[in-house]
């Protein structure tokens, strides 16, 4: 099982989210959840950078495998 992590730091608070490989789409609706709570500092642009660090990760483990 290849296990990922990536983490956001916002003040006070750090955000660290790990998941495995094919379980992007469920991350990124905790992203959308912590964003949508309006008792969180977590905010849309979080999960923007979040959402598009994910992205590049994504790109570049894929460049591994096909050059």
Do not use: C
């Amino acid at each position: 099982m290849d296990m990922r992590q990536i983490s956001l730091v916002k003040g006070s608070h750090r955000y660290v989210f790990r998941y495995t490989s094919g379980s992007e789409p469920q991350i990124i609706d905790s992203f959308i959840d912590l964003a949508d709570d309006a008792d969180n500092e977590f905010d849309w642009f979080d999960a923007a950078v979040l959402s598009y660090q994910m992205g590049k990760k994504m790109e570049h483990q894929l460049d591994e495998i096909v050059p």
